[in-house]
């Protein structure tokens, strides 16, 4: 029951009783009747951007929010309403989307929304804005209109991209594919989700941080370390103005190194190091390439021509996007050559097992020594010191 004042007469507040489940004394629907509408409103335009239903949309929300995302293959797509705030024919509500990219999604990925309404004439609810809740990184479609291209091992999703370019994009995506599976195995999902944004800005939107953490950065992959292999969220981003600076080989490399991540991210946990995690992923991203220690580590050569080769395994601090860029490379080539000389001493199916022994630790502390005495046969100390004399040989 609504209202300043307590009802005096027994008509009144039987009144009141009968239809509060429906509406309030004062003839604004009370907050469960709302939420229902809203609810409802919601699961319409659900049921409309499955159906690729544009009319349908638009009777339920602006028709350009429609087109942005219209041309994406979802499998599913719903809201769950968690709050309604109204004012008078306004309100704004919180909200869960669920959403699965048909074929490549196993379950939904789910993303905090915030949605502003209004109620018509004819008093139904219509939504005009649904933008990332607060803290929550933007979706590709909320920076224009996607365009999609299908590839035998990838979806690539771009924004402000030409055809030409999203299918330059699938084109090394498709080749990365079946390269992670010829080493590491097929006991992963073999195909890969490329979103391309217009710029570094809308890369920063995406995963909700700030530009200047990845200038420079030509593409990232998300995904939970760790998770069951079966996670949804694995998606590899890229920075189109970094990317452009590359040469053909640079862009296949790091295409190839980011569906590595995706490749490996079950195997990937809390103990193992980034230079182990980065390293393999150049170390799959290089094969093939017939690029040497020298062309590929030129910042680790300077540091050994000068005299002053690393004392150790590059640390997973080294790895920040925002060091400074010449410990950023000595960083990735340190960890790419441990991989590698990995390979030369133990052999590639070894080193796949190190690398599946150390993230299977339950802890970080003795992760990569016990994995070495169990896989390689070395200590780390010793590993160390051979690691600093293949530096030394393959970079002089």
Known sequence: MTGRRRASRSGVLALCLLFGSLVACGGQPAPDSARTAVQRLLDRQSAAVLRHDGAAYARTGARTAYENLSAVPFASWSYRLTSLRRTGATATADAQLGYRVRGYDTSPVTVGRTLTLRLTADGQWYVDSDRPAKKAGRQLWDLGKVSVVQGTHSLVMGVGQSAEALREYRSLADHAVPAVSAVWGTDWTRHVVVLVPGSLEGMAGLLGAPAASYRGIAAVTTGEAGGSGDAPADRIIVNPEAY???????????????????????????????????????????????????????????AVEDGDPPAALPADKDFGFDSEAGELARAYEGGWLACRMIEDHWGTARLGRFYRAVGAHKKRAGAVEDAMKDVLGTTLDDFTAQWRDYLKDQLA
């Open 244 to 302: 452009a600076m590359l040469g053909p080989t640079g862009k296949q490399v790091v295409l190839t190194h980011e569906t590595t991540h995706v490749a490996t991210r079950a195997r990937t946990t809390s103990a193992t190091p980034l230079w182990l995690s980065e390293g393999y992923a150049d170390w799959i991203g290089y094969r093939g390439t017939g690029r040497t220690p020298v062309q590929a580590a030129p910042e680790l050569q300077r």
